[in-house]
């Protein structure tokens, strides 16, 4: 700034301004090694939310945006709809947040236009330039040439300990960054399983009937000869035999149950969905909703299930029904604090076992340990359906195929005990 003697005072306004986020996400939720899991008493496992495997965000889709004009200021190429990924996990180095084992991500410093006052981020499912929303953390840039935003994703019921623990003088209004204690140009705010809710796109009967249109599925009819070759001959087109039998599916009235399903509860038991349509029930996990119920103090099943991509449930159903998969397990869909990206997005289901009757086929996707990672599936029969099932799934164009994980074909941690099926976005 140039000044000169005998120019009249005026307010210095510091134009270029630079902001930097960093992310603490969720810790592993071990009783043993974090106070808070303690909060609720050491043996008190319907309190955990996060149970095997530590919160992360790389590859999560964000915008930084104008608050007030919503214009996006980052990525600068997002005049086209793009958007920015979160940069790989780092480590948190002897967290001095007491609280185990958390990953961290630094975003790149993002300079502010002059004319800009308020920014606010899009993450995960909002970040797609088709629904953005909700404005996370709208917040007044200040005059500063850098301030610095910690974010801290905790659960909903222990942010007052996390702030007294952490000696961070009061626990910010929801959705609100505050002043960091004793530090100048510091910030932070709390991002628990209540705003996560909010961030994540409810998937509705319109977006059902956009995502998955109606349509006809077929599949080889059932015969005795026909039965002991279907593990192997209905997998991929051109098997043996023609199709024939053919169902018409409208996707929006045949996934109706299970979005439907867990309203204003918050059960952690287990409950089936019959999806009559298909002839097929989906029986989900006790627990398998404990995520996004423990991170947050309201969050229901049927909100959970509302931030699953029908691609997600549609295609695994549709494989089912192909393969005369009767019942299929689901340990897991939207959860907004547990591991990779993928079931944040609500794009990602679990698998754990599915039964075929007529066949009497019962699979447990479960392999006997390390030396069956990444190893072709068990040529029993078993093994030979599964295989099946997989290579429907990686064939399924409303399927990411390159994110199908089993125990076997394609394992990556830490998937030894279910076939993790991410949607198509
Ligand atoms: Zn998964």
Request: charged share 20%; glycine share 6%; aromatic share 8%.
């Amino acid at each position: 700034m140039v000044t000169a003697q005998n120019t009249p005072t005026y307010d210095v306004t510091i134009t270029d301004r630079v902001v930097s986020f960093v992310v603490y996400c969720a810790p592993l939720d071990d009783a043993h090694n974090i106070p808070f899991a303690n909060v609720f008493g050491n043996t008190d496992v319907a309190h955990r939310a996060v149970t095997d495997s530590a919160s992360y965000l790389s590859t999560l889709p964000y915008v930084v945006i104008d608050a007030d004009t919503e214009k996006v200021l980052f990525p600068v190429q997002a005049a086209t709809g793009g958007t920015q990924t979160f940069p790989a996990r780092v480590a948190l180095e002897n967290n001095a947040l007491h609280d185990g084992k958390r990953w961290k991500h630094s975003l790149p410093a993002i300079h502010i236009p002059d004319e800009t006052r308020r920014i606010a981020l899009h993450i995960a499912n909002d970040a797609y330039a088709d629904h953005r929303n909700f404005k996370l953390f709208s917040w007044s840039v200040p005059d500063a040439a850098h301030s610095k935003v910690h974010i801290y994703e905790v659960r909903a019921d222990v942010k007052s300990e996390f702030a007294r623990l952490n000696t961070l003088g009061q626990v910010p209004a929801d959705n609100s960054l505050v002043e960091k204690p004793n530090v100048q140009n510091q910030y932070f705010g709390f991002l628990d399983g209540d705003l996560w809710l909010r961030i994540s796109h409810e998937f509705t009967t319109a977006d059902i009937r956009r995502l998955c249109p109606p349509g006809t599925i077929s599949r080889t009819r059932l015969t005795s000869a026909a039965a002991s070759q279907s593990g192997v001959a209905s997998g991929t087109p051109g098997g043996l035999g023609a199709p024939d039998e053919q169902l018409h599916v409208d996707w929006s009235v045949a996934l109706a149950p299970i979005y439907a399903a867990g309203q204003d509860s918050r059960s952690m038991n287990a409950f089936s969905v019959i999806v009559s349509q298909l002839g097929i029930t989906v029986h989900f996990a006790a627990r398998a909703f404990a995520n996004a119920i423990n991170s947050s103090a309201r969050t229901t099943i049927q909100q959970a299930l509302s931030r699953t991509s029908p691609r997600a449930f549609a295609a695994v159903l549709r494989a089912a029904w192909r393969l005369h998969i009767d019942t299929l397990d689901l340990s897991s869909s939207w959860r907004p604090m547990l591991g990779s990206s993928l079931h944040k997005m609500g794009i990602g289901i679990d698998v754990t076992r599915f039964d075929d009757d007529a066949e009497s086929i019962q699979v447990a996707i479960r392999n006997q340990g390390a030396q069956d990672r990444n190893q072709p599936f068990p040529s029993t029969v078993g093994g030979r359906k599964l295989g099946a099932l997989y290579e429907e799934l990686t064939h399924d164009t409303q399927v990411a195929a390159t994110q199908v994980f089993t125990p076997w074909v394609h394992w990556v941690e830490p998937h030894d005990t279910h076939m993790h099926v991410t949607a198509a976005r």
